[in-house]
């Protein structure tokens, strides 16, 4: 879980996150997100997750989430998405995020990400752990060297942590930008995503700037031109 202040008033913010397709400019911005759209009268929110940024779009996971607004009051914004099956195996995959005004100018946030491991997803993360993923940590600092240094914690929790993280980068990302240009909007976004994971290099860097825009501009275009 997340906790954050976002320098945005809250009437921005509720009012960028209470549809299905609003989501749809978060979540793209996460390198292995391949596409996105909203459908059902914006009840449900399809997600294409590969499992290398570099994968083509056929070649993504393709996941229904239902998507629901159980709050969006005057000082309260409560949003929920939820998924049976979710990306690369996982099951009982939700986000939900709640959003209240902190003052005139600025909104606390609470971003929650979960997710279930079962069977062949369980011994996929566990050989993840094992090879590529063995010497990546997460946030929470579990203890301290002798010298004083973190010590991050690892395993499961550490990659929940960097997906949540990516989450409210995404998020704040987007938030941040919504007062651009309509025509600067998409790559001040993108790159103030990639700067957000560059802040935490231990955990979240992957790609560089340049390879990460080559990848996200067509994903994100795509998604454009579907809704015109």
């Known amino acids: 879980m997340i ?23 978060v979540l793209i911005l996460q390198a292995n997100v391949k596409d996105c759209e909203a459908s059902g009268g914006g009840e449900i929110l399809a997600l294409s997750v590969a499992r290398e940024p570099t994968d083509a779009p056929e070649r993504a996971y393709r996941t229904e989430f239902s998507y629901d607004v159980p709050a969006a ?5 409560q949003v929920a998405l939820h998924a049976p099956e979710g990306p690369l195996g996982t099951t009982d995959y939700r986000i939900r995020l709640e959003a209240t005004p902190l003052d005139a100018t600025r909104t606390f946030l609470h971003l929650a990400y979960s997710y279930t491991l079962r069977g062949a997803a369980r011994v996929g993360m566990s050989m993840y752990l094992a090879t590529s993923g ?95």
């Open 134 to 228: 063995r010497d990546k940590v997460g946030f929470s600092v579990v203890e301290r060297t002798p010298k004083g240094r973190p010590v991050y914690v690892g395993g499961v929790r550490g990659v929940v942590e960097r997906n949540t993280m990516r989450y409210y980068l995404a998020l704040d990302a987007y938030l941040g930008t919504l007062q651009a240009a309509a025509a600067e909007r998409l790559e001040r976004r993108l790159r103030a995503f990639h700067a957000g994971l560059e802040r935490y290099p231990r955990q979240l860097h992957e790609l560089a700037l340049a390879e990460y825009l080559e990848i996200k501009r067509p994903d994100a275009l795509r998604i454009l031109q579907a809704r015109q």
């Open 73 to 77: 009051g005057a000082d309260y914004l």
């Open 3 to 25: 906790y954050a202040v976002i320098a945005q008033p809250f009437e921005r913010v509720g009012a960028a996150l209470r549809r299905a397709a609003q989501w749809c400019d």
